[in-house]
């Protein structure tokens, strides 16, 4: 497993751009259980949650377009994976919701359980229907959580072999606990993670103008480029 420097990775480190490039993946992947070739792409999603506090920054029209579209068709469901009722009541309202929408799941104690448990889990929802599965936890335990712990628990989700898309195109992180969220989306960027919850005003995820100067210094593109005049 490669340790990333904590203090110059930020600054343009050309050892840690070479790992994300090379990370990085295009063309095709087969998935042999439904037959299907799907696209992939480097292009990073960020998805912004709306804003919880008066505290937000004024939108821009193209913004609130842009929000509006983001959360279109958006259902939202958590679920703890040490609760197995939480699991069970997740897998039913994913069922109930169907695929004519854009089912988000947050698995909101990702990095406090087992990496066997984590797998099985984010394995069922994928199964069960959901297109995106986010790992996240509290505060306390993202602030605390080394990056080589987080490394593990995305590298076991990723490991995944679900119907559809592959997981590494579906698995996303919200990064919480302070400042340490910095060193976790280096970590997640290095593993080819393709999808990070972001906020207007810091609320509850990193904030949307500290996260795109990131993408920027690795070159990578992402969803909301044009929506933000």
């Known amino acids: 497993m490669i340790r990333s420097c904590n203090s110059c990775w930020l600054l343009g480190c050309g050892r840690m751009q070479s790992l994300v490039k090379r990370r990085l993946s295009t063309g095709t992947h087969y998935d042999s259980q439904s037959g299907k070739h799907f696209q992939l792409s480097d292009t990073v999603h960020l998805h912004v949650l709306e804003p919880t506090s008066s505290m937000a920054p004024p939108l821009t029209d193209?913004?609130?377009?842009?929000?509006?579209?983001?959360?279109?068709?958006?259902?939202?469901?958590?679920?703890?994976?040490?609760?197995?009722?939480?699991?069970?009541?997740?897998?039913?309202?994913?069922?109930?919701?169907?695929?004519?929408?854009?089912?988000?799941?947050?698995?909101?104690?990702?990095?406090?359980?087992?990496?066997?448990?984590?797998?099985?889990?984010a394995a069922n929802?994928?199964?069960?229907?959901?297109?995106?599965?986010?790992?996240?936890?509290?505060?306390?335990?993202?602030?605390?959580?080394?990056?080589?712990?987080?490394?593990e628990a995305i590298e076991a989700v990723f490991w995944n072999d679900v119907v559809g898309e592959p997981m590494s195109m579906r698995v996303g992180l919200r990064a919480t606990g302070g400042d340490s969220w910095r060193q976790h989306v280096a970590a997640a960027l290095e593993l080819?993670?393709?999808?990070?919850?972001?906020?207007l005003n810091g609320d509850n995820a990193p904030k949307l103008d500290s996260m795109l100067p990131i993408l920027g210094e690795f070159s990578l593109q992402h969803n909301i480029k044009g929506s933000l005049e």
């Not at 080819?192 to 906020?199: A, E, T």
């Open 192 to 199: 080819n993670m393709k999808h990070f919850d972001v906020s």
């Open 62 to 121: 193209t913004m609130k377009t842009f929000l509006r579209q983001q959360h279109a068709n958006l259902n939202i469901i958590s679920v703890a994976a040490a609760d197995k009722q939480s699991q069970q009541d997740g897998i039913q309202k994913v069922t109930e919701i169907g695929s004519c929408f854009d089912t988000r799941c947050y698995i909101t104690d990702a990095f406090s359980v087992d990496l066997y448990t984590l797998q099985a889990v």
């Open 125 to 151: 929802m994928c199964d069960g229907g959901c297109q995106r599965v986010i790992l996240t936890d509290s505060a306390d335990v993202m602030g605390a959580l080394d990056e080589y712990d987080l490394v």
